[in-house]
């Protein structure tokens, strides 16, 4: 594993000193608009591409010279579910970095999407959920007939939800590194999610230094991952035993995503364009970016504080959060 490491280092070293040869080359950036996009220049967005390159390197390595397979044990999985996994993965990255260039239509990406995650689950069947657990229901819900259709909606509300979330420097790769700590700390594959951890930390070293953005490329490839790990963890290494701790580890970016849903079709708007109400939207115009980043990772550790450290009842713990996110709305939209 040392040399796979070594191997990451001189890669992104070298990424590092022809950085402006590589974000020549590639020529994909996000261009300010003073409408959505505020930033104050055209920025690179070759972040998802770096993090492309090394999740490639890593899955060649341990395919090869390793005991498990990125967070799989390699006696889970046969060939062909090895290689969906690989094209699960990469062709997400495709999507966003394809729109990151082009500009896909919000109904054209959802529709890519739904196709991905349909072809991966009908060649992989392994990451299906036909079960989950709840804390606070002692029996367990089998999900047979809808199991398909279930995974399905799962894993395209993560993706979107992780997607909206993204908006201002530092936020989405400070939210990543938590959900790969969070997988570390429950998960005997340390290796990977560590590698993970460091590659993320270098993207959001850069991304605060306004030297590159993740984009779709980067949120869409970063996403796939965590939906498998996630469904992974619960699935076969019995790591995560409620379904109920994913759904408040996920909380904040669900909740923000079904308020913008509603809000935006109750004024005839589709949910998929933009616009600048997001919760880190409002935070940046009264805080600084330090103090917004700040407030949303609070946000984000919050429910698992109340559910884990707490030992909160889940509907105590669930309620204690809305109430703080929507007074938290109500009080930035009034100042607003």
């Not at 070759?46 to 390595?61: C, D, K, Q, R, S």
Request: hydrophobic share 55%.
């Amino acid at each position: 594993m040392i040399f796979l490491f070594i191997i990451l280092i001189l890669i992104n070293f070298f990424f590092l000193v022809k950085f402006d040869y590589i974000k020549k080359l590639i020529n994909v950036y996000d261009l300010p608009d003073k409408k959505l996009k505020k930033h104050k220049k055209k920025t690179p967005i070759i972040g998802g591409l770096i993090l492309a390159i090394n999740f490639l390197v890593i899955f060649v390595y341990q395919f090869f010279f390793y005991d498990s397979f990125i967070f799989f044990s390699k006696n889970f999985l046969k060939l062909n579910e090895y290689l969906s996994i690989l094209l699960f993965i990469i062709s997400f990255f495709i999507i966003g970095f394809y729109d990151d260039k082009n500009k896909l239509s919000p109904n054209k990406k959802f529709l890519y999407t739904f196709i991905i995650v349909l072809l991966f689950l009908l060649l992989n069947e392994k990451m299906i959920i036909e079960m989950f657990s709840l804390s606070f229901y002692e029996n367990k819900i089998f999900l047979e007939k809808t199991s398909l259709i279930f995974t399905i909606f799962c894993i395209i509300i993560l993706l979107n939800s992780l997607n909206f979330y993204d908006g201002i420097n530092g936020q989405s790769c400070l939210f990543f590194i938590f959900i790969f700590l969070y997988l570390f700390i429950k998960s005997e594959f340390h290796n990977f999610y560590l590698i993970f951890i460091l590659l993320i930390s270098l993207i959001l070293y850069l991304n605060l230094r306004n030297k590159l953005f993740l984009g779709d490329g980067g949120i869409f490839l970063v996403s796939s991952i965590i939906s498998l790990s996630l469904i992974y963890e619960h699935n076969a290494n019995k790591n995560i035993i409620y379904a109920d701790e994913i759904f408040m580890l996920l909380l904040l970016p669900g909740l923000d995503l079904l308020r913008l849903t509603i809000s935006r079709l109750l004024i005839g708007k589709n949910p998929f364009y933009g616009d600048r109400n997001h919760i880190h939207h409002l935070l940046i115009k009264r805080y600084s970016l330090l103090s917004t980043n700040l407030i949303l990772i609070t946000l984000v550790c919050m429910p698992l504080f109340f559910l884990n450290f707490l030992k909160l009842n889940f509907f105590i713990a669930l309620s204690l959060f809305v109430i703080t996110y929507y007074v938290l709305i109500i009080k930035l939209k009034k100042n607003d």
